[in-house]
């Protein structure tokens, strides 16, 4: 070390430090809000609408009783010319055991062929979730009693005529070898009764080791690596990336981010399984969902953008909308102009 700097005295060194280490992370921040707004920039190309193979994620109330034959009618003409194929319905949650509560999706089997019945070519998803050790005292997906359980309850929601399951289980540390335990034993119960297995993904790390760092500051991680995220994606028929609740202040970081988003999902998605984004279909306002920078409009533009640039010509893709008891009609106004009309 030079002379100067042994010159100091020791508060004047640990200023310099810590204006160093500020001036570094300034840089850093910066670098990457440029990097999102050249991803934001640009127009989506003509061709980046619906494949006809998008999804809705629904609430409780339609499997539990408090919904019926009118507002069946009422979600038949909602989705009628736009591209949503697949319903995720919430039949859960997961009890901590792996098991299932048949009182809490006592009209499932109606709601289905009520479906059926009301908007052919509509498939219904079991949407079954719970939180997961270690990072909550949840479902120990390592323990192979609640494993069997697990399975068990798959069998049991299919019984029921849903058309597959959609699990949703978080928070999933990038490289779990029990979560694709998971999955594995989910996928032989759905593939013996020719169902769909769909499972939501976290986001995407943007550079390669996030998710390490993500796992020291919150304790679980919010970002899956791409390596992980292809195997999961071997071992299931569809993926719902849940890219909200981004920490993104501002809409052109967020349409930026999600196009980024996409492109890695793309890239690490076979051709071979559904692809989807998900879009925020509901208001918040906290430090990591800006209900003012993550809107539908703005999810959809990152989604196009990112579609044209890596993979235009894929089939093999779509939106998944967030959430039903929180949609309004602007949202479906907006994802029928920006994306999900089914053009003629």
Do not use: C
Not at 77 to 94: A, E, I, M, W
Not at 118 to 124: K, S, T
Not at 185 to 194: L, P, Q, Y
């Amino acid at each position: 070390m030079g002379a100067w700097w042994r010159g100091w005295s020791w508060w004047r060194r640990v200023l310099a430090v810590v204006v160093l280490v500020v001036v570094v992370v300034m840089v850093v921040v910066g670098v990457g809000v440029v990097g999102l707004l050249v991803e934001d920039a640009g127009t989506p190309a003509a061709g980046a609408h619906t494949r006809g193979r998008d999804a809705y994620w629904l609430g409780h109330a339609w499997v539990d009783g408090r919904k019926g034959e009118a507002d069946v009618a009422a979600l038949a003409k909602q989705l009628s010319g736009t591209g949503v194929r697949d319903l995720y319905v919430h039949t859960g949650p997961l009890s901590d055991d792996g098991g299932v509560r048949a009182e809490l999706f006592s009209r499932a089997g109606w709601f289905v062929a009520a479906v059926h019945r009301m908007a052919p070519g509509v498939r219904v998803q079991s949407w079954l979730g719970d939180v997961v050790a270690p990072a909550f005292d949840g479902l120990h997906m390592n323990d192979p009693a609640t494993r069997d359980r697990f399975a068990g309850s798959v069998a049991r929601v299919l019984e029921l005529g849903f058309d597959g399951v959609h699990l949703d289980l978080e928070p999933v540390r990038s490289g779990s070898p029990d979560y694709l335990t998971m999955l594995d034993r989910a996928r032989a119960v759905t593939s013996a009764r020719h169902a769909l297995l769909s499972v939501s993904t976290p986001q995407l790390e943007p550079l390669p080791g996030v998710h390490h760092v993500g796992a020291v500051l919150t304790g679980n991680g919010k970002y899956w690596s791409r390596g992980y995220f292809a195997d999961v994606a071997r071992r299931v028929d569809q993926l719902a990336v849940m890219s909200y609740d981004t920490w993104m202040p501002w809409r052109p970081l967020y349409s930026g981010y999600v196009a980024e988003q996409t492109a890695l999902a793309l890239e690490a998605a076979p051709a071979t399984v559904d692809l989807l984004m998900g879009v925020p279909a509901y208001w918040a306002d906290d430090y990591g969902h800006h209900g003012n920078a993550e809107t539908v409009p703005a999810a959809l533009r990152g989604i196009r953008l990112g579609l044209g640039r890596t993979a235009p010509g894929r089939e093999s893709f779509g939106v998944a909308m967030y959430v039903d008891f929180t949609a309004t009609s602007q949202n479906w106004s907006d994802y029928r102009r920006d994306w999900g009309a089914v053009r003629g």
